[in-house]
């Protein structure tokens, strides 16, 4: 190959990658030992439950809110996209207090736990900008009830709970966005740096 | 849903427990209360196949 090739970006990135993250690695055949306890499937749950919410929001998206008010499928469709959030986030908890009390950090693997409590704050944030998003009374009154909150914190003048348009599209774009792009480079840094494994035992070599 | 909606009535405003300065739905407190087991029952509770893979079988 030539010299001019091998210093383009996308072969120098390509060449890193494969290094850093090689096939097996990504999408490895089997996991430690230690692995195979319950408090290791909530990740994944939670990634199920994302996957759903995402599929539910992209129906109720295609239909719009008359549909996911009026009609019985409409309903069923929403409640679906309701309990989706509700099973993400007690996973998500779940998974959190699993890692915290692993002190799943160690290791080098900082990153690691920063992008899944991030991806915790976003989370909330696309769950609030729902909560706006419903159109209905319901999102008339916690929106009247969260403005002097937001508004006290500096970020009204970007950030208007008031404004329905605005909230949508944070909830329909930018934080799902935020959200899965973080859960993805979770789950590569998971796949980087292993699974965290349990302390050792006391008085264990 | 029609049968969970028979056998509880959800149609009405939320209950509320209050202890000084602690103000928790009945819905949040139940939801905590079951993370809390979940997370105790996931330590406790034996994984399927658990033993076979550290025998290495």
């Given at each position: 190959?030539?010299?001019?090739?091998?210093?383009?970006?996308?072969?120098?990135?390509?060449?890193?990658?494969?290094?850093?993250?090689?096939?097996?690695?990504?999408?490895?055949?089997?996991?430690?030992?230690?692995?195979?306890?319950?408090?290791?499937?909530?990740?994944?749950?939670?990634?199920?439950?994302?996957?759903?919410?995402?599929?539910?929001?992209?129906?109720?998206?295609?239909?719009?809110?008359?549909?996911?008010?009026?009609?019985?499928?409409?309903?069923?469709?929403?409640?679906?996209?309701?309990?989706?959030?509700?099973?993400?986030?007690?996973?998500?908890?779940?998974?959190?207090?699993?890692?915290?009390?692993?002190?799943?950090?160690?290791?080098?693997?900082?990153?690691?736990?920063?992008?899944?409590?991030?991806?915790?704050?976003?989370?909330?944030?696309?769950?609030?900008?729902?909560?706006?998003?419903?159109?209905?009374?319901?999102?008339?009154?916690?929106?009247?009830?969260?403005?002097?909150?937001?508004?006290?914190?500096?970020?009204?003048?970007?950030?208007?709970?008031?404004?329905?348009?605005?909230?949508?599209?944070?909830?329909?774009?930018?934080?799902?966005?935020?959200?899965?792009?973080?859960?993805?480079?979770?789950?590569?840094?998971?796949?980087?740096?292993?699974?965290?494994?349990?302390?050792?035992?006391?008085?264990?070599? | 849903?029609?049968?969970?909606?028979?056998?509880?009535?959800?149609?009405?405003?939320?209950?509320?427990l209050t202890w000084h300065w602690l103000n928790i739905?009945?819905?949040?407190l139940?939801?905590?209360?079951?993370?809390?087991?979940?997370?105790?029952?996931?330590?406790?509770?034996?994984?399927?196949?658990?033993?076979?893979?550290?025998?290495?079988?």
């Amino acid at each position: 190959m030539s010299s001019a090739v091998e210093q383009q970006w996308t072969t120098r990135l390509r060449k890193k990658l494969v290094v850093a993250m090689p096939a097996s690695q990504l999408l490895p055949d089997t996991q430690p030992s230690y692995v195979a306890s319950w408090i290791y499937v909530f990740g994944v749950t939670t990634m199920a439950s994302l996957g759903m919410v995402i599929l539910t929001g992209c129906v109720l998206a295609l239909e719009g809110p008359v549909w996911w008010h009026q009609s019985s499928v409409g309903h069923y469709v929403n409640s679906l996209h309701l309990w989706s959030v509700e099973v993400f986030f007690f996973a998500m908890v779940v998974h959190l207090w699993g890692k915290y009390f692993m002190a799943a950090w160690r290791g080098k693997r900082a990153l690691t736990w920063i992008t899944g409590a991030v991806t915790f704050l976003v989370s909330v944030g696309a769950a609030f900008t729902g909560y706006l998003s419903q159109s209905n009374f319901d999102s008339q009154w916690i929106s009247t009830q969260a403005k002097d909150g937001i508004n006290s914190t500096g970020v009204g003048g970007f950030f208007n709970v008031l404004n329905l348009g605005q909230m949508l599209m944070w909830h329909i774009v930018l934080l799902p966005l935020g959200a899965v792009v973080l859960t993805g480079l979770h789950v590569l840094l998971v796949r980087y740096r292993g699974v965290v494994p349990p302390f050792e035992e006391k008085g264990a070599a | 849903m029609g049968l969970i909606g028979a056998l509880i009535n959800l149609d009405h405003y939320g209950h509320y427990l209050t202890w000084h300065w602690l103000n928790i739905s009945v819905a949040n407190l139940v939801v905590i209360v079951l993370m809390i087991a979940v997370f105790i029952s996931a330590l406790l509770l034996p994984f399927p196949g658990r033993a076979k893979r550290r025998s290495g079988k």
